[in-house]
């Protein structure tokens, strides 16, 4: 073996490890991504390879969802502790 084959085959060995750091890193970027995607959206989304548009969309609408359930839920607290019965307060507003 030559002195330059024996350069290029370092060099292609270097180069091959060098791939798979990437390969790896890469992989990894994916998985990592893959399981944020799924925390922020509950499960609704869970590609890496999905646009960003469509994850914020998602989460978005999940954020108000979740919202929107969390008002309802203090409504019905409260009217629970108010008590007033609906009637008495039309008949009240008539007598007005």
């Known amino acids: 073996m030559t ?5 290029l085959t370092a060099k292609v060995v270097h180069l ?3 791939l798979n750091n990437e390969i790896h890193d890469v992989q990894m970027l994916e998985e990592h991504c893959s399981r944020v995607y ?4 509950d499960g609704r989304i869970t590609k ?3 646009l960003p548009e469509v994850v914020i969309a998602t989460f ?4 108000t969802e979740r919202q929107e359930e ?4 203090i409504l019905d ?12 307060v ?4 008539l007598e007005f």
């Open 3 to 7: 002195a330059l084959e024996k350069k």
């Open 16 to 18: 091959k490890k060098e």
């Open 38 to 41: 799924a925390y922020m959206t």
């Open 48 to 50: 890496a390879t999905t």
């Open 60 to 63: 978005e609408d999940l954020d």
């Open 70 to 73: 969390r008002d309802k839920a």
């Open 77 to 88: 607290k409260l009217s629970k502790e108010v008590e007033i019965d609906i009637a008495d």
């Open 90 to 93: 039309r008949e009240a507003f």
